[in-house]
């Protein structure tokens, strides 16, 4: 079956420091692959996606690249903000099952000034 | 549009009780999903509908029921409720199943305690 391991948590970083936060997956087929941010206290909004091999999925500085060869979709930011602190979760689908998404277990960042 | 929208926010209840999470959604999406959230589990699927009349168990279904009569609705209902079932409640949607990639949609939960 299909499973997303992440990276545990909570991951406590400065202002401006770059930010890794590592996904793998197991999946049957051609995967979607999302990341969803939860700020505190509300839903999951997608962050980003790809939906083929070598595809780089991009929002609000947030970049990640979809590596069928290692099976990882690693969430990067170059320079992270007080407001980026929140829960990170990476999700997949696949053979076309958009009602349902396997999530990893979800890493929690804080952001300090 | 309102998007996903749950009610309620927040609910408590004593065990054996029942009670029915309300979700809906104004995009004409045909998928709907409930999911739980659980510390350290991520978010786990209890049920999902691909239209209206056409519902199936995910993951996790013991303990709750749906029916989905119109394409906008989706209540989940707890039948006698227990204190393994205190979590938070996600209903997501999204549309065709046959384009790739498509997104859900999340609501912005249920907070459930069952005493």
């Known amino acids: 079956g299909n499973s997303v391991t992440q990276m545990e948590g909570p991951v406590t970083l400065s202002e401006e420091a770059f930010l890794t936060i590592n996904c793998t997956y197991t999946a049957t087929g051609y995967p979607s692959l999302f990341w969803y941010v939860q700020y505190p206290g509300e839903g999951l909004q997608l962050l980003l996606k790809a939906t083929k091999a070598d595809d780089k999925g991009s929002n609000k500085g947030f970049e990640a690249t979809y590596r069928k060869e290692t099976t990882s979709f690693h969430l990067e930011k170059g320079s992270v903000q007080v407001s980026d602190s929140a829960v990170y979760f990476c999700?997949?689908?696949?053979?076309?099952?958009?009602?349902?998404?396997?999530f990893g277990k979800g890493t929690l960042l804080t952001v300090n000034p | 549009n309102a998007g996903v929208t749950q009610t309620p926010k927040f609910q408590v209840l004593k065990t054996g009780q029942s009670m029915t999470l309300q979700c809906a959604q104004d995009m004409n999406h045909e998928y709907m999903s409930w999911y739980r959230q659980d510390p350290g589990m991520g978010l786990r699927l209890i049920h999902y509908?691909?239209?209206?009349?056409?519902?199936d168990q995910g993951e996790v279904p013991n303990g709750y029921n749906v029916s989905r009569s119109t394409t906008e609705d989706f209540p989940l209902r707890l039948l006698s409720a227990a204190p393994s079932q205190t979590s938070v409640y996600f209903c997501?949607?999204?549309?065709?199943?046959?384009?790739?990639?498509?997104?859900?949609?999340f609501g912005p939960g249920t907070r459930l305690t069952v005493l």
């Open positions: 509908s691909v239209g209206a009349g056409i519902t």
């Open positions: 999700a997949l689908n696949s053979g076309g099952s958009n009602y349902k998404l396997t």
């Open positions: 997501a949607s999204s549309g065709s199943g046959r384009a790739v990639g498509n997104e859900q949609f």
